[in-house]
């Protein structure tokens, strides 16, 4: 196989674990105000995500500089071309993570308000975007014959687009769900299990016309594969919701994700940028990519590096398995000096 | 304003911003490593205390620095996707390895520490905070490689067709000579900031707590430990900083004309300390001078020869052609802004000398328990954390400013390489809304800083043993 259908395919794995991990993360962060009746409950949900959310949030700054890297002209066009949804994701990114490190530094509940705020939104914003943003490349935008992108904001929130963007945030937010109903427990593990079965069944109606969509505008015979192998497991996670199985539910709609991205970049390949203007300015994995010198360094780093971050990433979601209910959150209090003894000086 | 302009601006601002927190969570994170192993090691409480107090401030922290430094690594693709098209082939690498090698192990390790406490045994425990702090010197180790290559281009070639710079040699960028001398630099003065941060917060916690003989003294030892690193790593410092100016000398001997501000070739060449010259810094009126210190700064012989800002000028056009316009830069095109480079060197310099002399002082007047109610040095304390951080974003504008008008030394010019398809519109939305944001978070930011640091180190508490946790054990840290 040449390097760079190899790093095609990786780039799309770094594209799978990001979607599939931080869309539970995004998903907990948007049902936030859906699920959770109480404070105890929200600091529940936060904490059901607390030791995971920023090592599933690499995943992304990985795929980004591994697009850099292996393919700089698309990082290039695809970074300058989606300037403003992008820019949003970095300010929505900013603040859902400050909500996570600093809700808790402060009792008040106005700080808590506004950082639940932060969460929510800092949660939908990218959710929504991203969708956006993969049904665009999939379909194609107006590509010059510099490889400058030669659109506008508008010319991403297009049908298509925007219903790519309703599919992630409904995956997402049923993904989150069936996160909570796995690693909580108590009353919110309930909610969340048939919040989960009613967001799916929403988002198996968005997600199959999406996929029947990009699959009669772009589709080939191994997307159409990934694209029915995502369906079948979206049934069969709301079956699994269904019957309480909330491990088997939750890898449902995990394998989901994963396939359903898997399809979208079966189905961009070999463009990773096809141009709407003419079939010859598309970019492609070949006239898109670095020198195979490059390719081959970052492939060895890769090979050996890889299987590293996997086993202490997995580790660490070992190490948090168990479930959190609300009589593990310890109270909040205010940072107290400890008691000083007056000696009178 | 063009976008080239606003695309600097923006660089400028959360660059400088994004590198007021990184110092302080590489050297943070390796003296909370080194006191929480001391508590490991020796059971003394009063290093637990410490690890949880400043294990605390490193967190709130490092928050910061890492949500701006995810702008950071998009910034480039944004702003500048001729830079990213040019030298992705090269400059890509290093970010990519950063990611996998460094950013993973930090943030799963960090998540580890957060929520580890009385679940992972305390040696694990001990091992998770070194993950942290390992992966904060790779991720300087790569991104400086990458910086020391847009210094001084090696391990690449030209590709006429492609029109872009090419790896040949990836093991030359990793050990580029400039990179050899940088990363010493900037982890020292990092391990500088870390060890200024905990002399200047103890300082203070010392003033405020001096009747309480116990937490007093727990400061005190705390402004030590600080003190000894900051000098210690400032000495460090200064020796690196010795090597890469010398080093800079031969491969942008610009930088370092523009840094003294010396028109003219001289042998020997002296250094000012002081000038007060016209505005436009082309003809002096006062100068304290100290004579050959230039030469020996910049050839390491104190009759050295150094090369003058318009002899440069001449070689520079002979060698890569017309200047490159005079739009953006000075109007002497192949020269950088005079005024910036003159001045930031020397505020880099001059802080940093500040805070290692402070430091030194302060360990002198608190030796053998010292005059431990004495009022001026905690307060000279408070000054050098500040001092070191603002001599780092000196340095920073100094290298960066000083290498213009070039992006890659030698090969693109900055002009070329901002982004195309990028209309001044949205530069403008995107410099205004993350200097407003990040204006916003600054404030949040040193409010709780001060909130924790006022309520000062936490009473000890015996970490619950993790074999003792039963499934209803509430959780020792929770957001």
Known sequence: ?345 | MDVTDIARWQFGIITVYHFLFVPITIGLSGIVAVFQTTWVRTGKQEYLRLTKFFGKLFLINFAIGVVTGIVQEFQFGMNWSDYSRFVGDVFGAPLAIEGLLAFFLESTFLGLWIFGWGKLPKKVHVATIWAVHLGTLFSSFFILAANSWMQHPVGYRYNPTTGRAELTDFWAVMFNKVQLVTFPHVVLAAYMTGGAFVLGVAGYLHLKNRNSADDSALYLKAVRIGAAITLAAGLGVAISGDFQGKVMTQVQPMKMAAAEALYNTEKPASFSIFTWGTPDGKTEKFAIKVPKLLSFLATGSVNGRVEGINQLRAEYTAKYGQDPGTKYYSPDGYVPIIPVTYWSFRFMIGLGVFAATGAALILLVTRNGGRPNGRWWPRLAVLLPIAVVLASSWGWLFTEMGRQPWAVFGLMTTAHAVSPSVSATEAWISVISLTTLYAVLAVIEFGLMWRYIKAGAPAYEEPADPHDATDDTPLAFAY
């Open chain 1, 1 to 345: 196989m040449e390097l760079t259908t190899v790093w095609f395919a990786l780039i799309a794995v770094l594209w799978i674990g990001y979607f599939t991990l931080e869309g539970f993360d995004f998903g907990v962060g948007m049902l936030v105000p859906v699920l959770a009746r109480n404070d105890v409950e929200r600091r529940v949900m936060y904490n059901s995500v607390g030791p995971l959310w920023d090592g599933n949030e690499v995943w992304l700054l990985v795929a980004g500089g591994a697009t850099f890297a292996a393919f700089p002209e698309w990082y290039a066009t695809l970074f300058s071309g989606f300037y403003l949804p992008l820019l949003l994701i970095l300010l929505a990114l900013i603040v859902r993570n400050l909500a996570f490190e600093y809700r808790a530094k402060n009792e008040s509940p106005g700080w808590q308000r506004g950082w639940d705020r932060c969460l929510v939104i800092g949660s939908f914003v990218p959710a929504l975007l991203w969708g956006v943003a993969f049904a665009n490349i999939t379909a194609g935008v107006p590509i010059d014959a510099h490889k400058e992108f030669t659109g506008t904001l508008f010319t991403l929130l297009n049908p298509f687009g925007l219903l790519g963007g309703l599919v992630t945030v409904l995956l997402f937010a049923t993904h989150g769900a069936m996160f909570i109903a796995l690693k909580t427990d108590g009353d919110i593990r309930h909610r969340a299990g048939a919040l989960a079965l009613r967001l799916g069944l929403a988002a198996a109606v968005a997600a199959v016309a999406f996929m029947v969509w990009a699959q009669a505008r772009t589709g080939t015979a191994s997307s159409a594969v990934a694209f029915v192998l995502a369906a079948l497991a979206l049934v069969s996670a709301l079956a699994a919701a269904w019957k309480g199985r909330e491990g088997w539910a939750f890898a449902g709609t995990f394998s989901t994700i994963g396939l359903a991205v898997a399809g979208l970049f079966l189905a961009l390949f070999p463009d990773v940028m096809p141009s709407s203007t003419a079939t010859a300015f598309s970019l492609t994995t070949t006239n898109a990519a670095a020198t195979s010198y490059t390719l081959t360094v970052m492939t060895w780093v890769a090979v050996i590096f890889t299987p590293i971050v996997l086993v202490y990433q997995g580790w660490s979601y070992w190490v948090f398995r168990k479930r959190i209910a609300s009589h593990h959150i310890p109270i909040l209090t205010a940072p107290v000096a400890p008691p000083v003894p007056v000696t009178g000086k």
